[in-house]
């Protein structure tokens, strides 16, 4: 294994921390005490659409139970509205409420102020544009069967 792929790795982890405690600062900002950051991210991929709860764990942002637990947690508190498929009684569709999509628009906007900054005063739009392109390739490596190794 090469220290370069190593080190990505465990980029990957860590930014994945970081996010997610920029969003907690942002969350405890507005003083928000009933929604947690991972919470927060999944209204934010859901955005304004209605999703079936499967697809968001397809799209790998999380794992199967987390994904049931956040939801169950944010149709509690108001966040997001949960149906049951008309066609399959044991599917559950979800999309934020308003009071979701109050938290979406709010992280839409840090994250815009985030780009404003990184490409006005880094000058980093190439540099990112760059490493998006490489971690979607690393991503369908990975979702791909020649992650795993052959069987002897």
Same mark, same amino acid.
């Given at each position: 294994?090469t220290d370069a792929?190593?080190?990505? @790795? ?6 994945? =921390? /970081?996010?997610?405690? &920029?969003?907690?600062? +942002?969350?405890? #900002? ?50 997001? @509205? ?6 399959? =009684? /044991?599917?559950?569709? &979800?999309?934020?409420? +308003?009071?979701? #999509? ?17 490409f006005d005063g ?31």
């Amino acid at each position: 294994m090469t220290d370069a792929y190593a080190d990505l @790795i465990g980029l990957i982890e860590r930014l994945h =921390r /970081r996010c997610l405690d &920029v969003i907690k600062a +942002e969350i405890d #900002r507005h003083e928000i005490r009933d929604l947690n950051a991972a919470q927060a991210m999944i209204l934010f991929n859901i955005g304004e659409r209605e999703l079936p709860m499967g697809e968001l764990i397809e799209r790998g942002y999380y794992l199967g139970s987390n994904v049931s637990y956040n939801i169950k947690k944010m149709v509690e508190n108001g966040y997001v @509205i949960q149906t049951r498929s008309p066609y399959d =009684r /044991r599917s559950f569709h &979800v999309r934020s409420s +308003e009071r979701g #999509r109050e938290i979406c628009l709010r992280l839409e906007k840090l994250f815009e102020w985030h780009s404003s900054q990184l490409f006005d005063g880094m000058q980093m739009e190439a540099e990112l544009t760059q490493t998006r392109e490489s971690l979607l390739k690393l991503e369908s490596f990975w979702s791909s069967s020649r992650h795993t190794m052959p069987v002897r």
